[in-house]
């Protein structure tokens, strides 16, 4: 299994990063990880072609972690001539969240003939779900954005990934990231805490109590930036964009 990390800004695009999207190589299969605005971007600049992917997951309905699905849209349908089906799944609402966001942006890209499938699954509390050859399976965590945020566990080629989408600490963490070979943890702050995210401290404080091999950390802001060489732990690194995981 093979992860590269797209984008792993916070909403604000801090340290000039794009935002937040995971791309997964798998088992002869390729999946997103959120598709913040950025996403396609971000394929361009590491050479990833969007016509593989045939899944994106989303933790929760804010834009900078499923705004890109618009851009993706439109350019499977006039850039890259997409045929293949794609399947998104996300939490409760994506398919009419997605609709409003598109046809507020560019009125009639929703109704546009279509040369692929599109499909939309919901995902449901710690109930796995299977698709293309990858198990999901969500645990709520605690970041309001209109619809249940989730965290979310891959099972995929005996290997486990889990990312805990935007969150401040909850006790969910701990059963979604159980001997994950990979935990994306987002972290804003490094000492200063913003409400409804996590920072380094809060994530440090927990460290024995997580059983996964190795621990990323994403989505910082400014000062989680300006203090990431002071963390020393060896499970633990930061994310950048471009960095590649083979896990």
Same mark, same amino acid.
């Given at each position: 299994?093979?992860?590269?990390?797209?984008?792993?800004?916070?909403?604000?695009?801090?340290?000039?990063?794009?935002? %937040?999207?995971?791309?997964?190589?798998?088992?002869?299969?390729?999946?997103?990880?959120?598709?913040?605005?950025?996403?396609? &971007?971000?394929?361009?600049?590491?050479?990833?072609?969007?016509? $593989?992917?045939?899944?994106?997951? &989303?933790?929760?309905?804010?834009?900078?972690?499923?705004?890109?699905?618009?851009?993706?849209?439109?350019?499977?349908?006039?850039?890259?001539?997409?045929?293949?089906?794609?399947?998104?799944?996300?939490?409760?609402?994506?398919? #009419?969240? @997605?609709?409003?966001?598109?046809?507020?942006?560019?009125?009639?890209?929703? %109704?546009?003939?279509?040369?692929?499938?599109?499909?939309?699954?919901?995902?449901?509390?710690?109930?796995?779900?299977?698709?293309?050859?990858?198990?999901?399976?969500?645990?709520?965590?605690?970041?309001?954005?209109?619809?249940?945020?989730?965290?979310?566990?891959?099972?995929?080629?005996?290997?486990?990934?889990?990312?805990?989408?935007? %969150?401040?600490?909850?006790?969910?963490?701990?059963?979604?990231?159980?001997?994950?070979?990979?935990? &994306?943890?987002?972290?804003?702050? @490094?000492?200063?805490?913003?409400?409804?995210?996590?920072?380094?401290?809060?994530?440090?404080?927990?460290?024995?109590?997580?059983?996964?091999?190795?621990?990323?950390? %994403?989505?910082?802001?400014?000062?989680?930036?300006?203090? #990431?060489?002071? &963390?020393?732990? $060896?499970?633990?690194? #930061? #994310?950048?964009?471009?960095?590649?995981?083979?896990?």
């Amino acid at each position: 299994m093979k992860l590269t990390v797209v984008g792993c800004s916070d909403a604000f695009g801090s340290g000039g990063r794009l935002q %937040t999207c995971f791309h997964v190589a798998a088992w002869g299969t390729e999946f997103l990880i959120d598709c913040g605005a950025t996403a396609l &971007i971000g394929f361009n600049k590491f050479g990833l072609d969007p016509n $593989r992917v045939s899944t994106i997951f &989303i933790t929760h309905l804010h834009a900078d972690h499923f705004g890109g699905l618009i851009w993706w849209l439109i350019h499977a349908n006039h850039i890259a001539a997409r045929t293949t089906p794609l399947t998104v799944v996300g939490p409760a609402g994506i398919e #009419a969240r @997605f609709t409003a966001a598109a046809e507020a942006l560019y009125p009639g890209s929703t %109704t546009n003939p279509r040369r692929f499938e599109l499909t939309f699954r919901e995902l449901a509390e710690r109930t796995p779900l299977d698709i293309g050859g990858v198990r999901v399976t969500p645990f709520e965590v605690l970041h309001p954005s209109g619809a249940p945020p989730y965290a979310l566990r891959f099972e995929v080629e005996g290997k486990i990934v889990t990312f805990s989408g935007d %969150t401040e600490w909850v006790e969910s963490l701990i059963p979604a990231a159980d001997n994950a070979d990979l935990f &994306i943890a987002e972290c804003y702050g @490094f000492e200063r805490q913003a409400r409804h995210h996590m920072d380094w401290r809060t994530i440090e404080k927990n460290l024995p109590r997580l059983s996964a091999r190795q621990i990323m950390i %994403t989505h910082m802001g400014e000062e989680m930036l300006a203090n #990431a060489g002071a &963390i020393k732990d $060896r499970r633990v690194l #930061a #994310a950048w964009d471009g960095l590649t995981l083979n896990i």
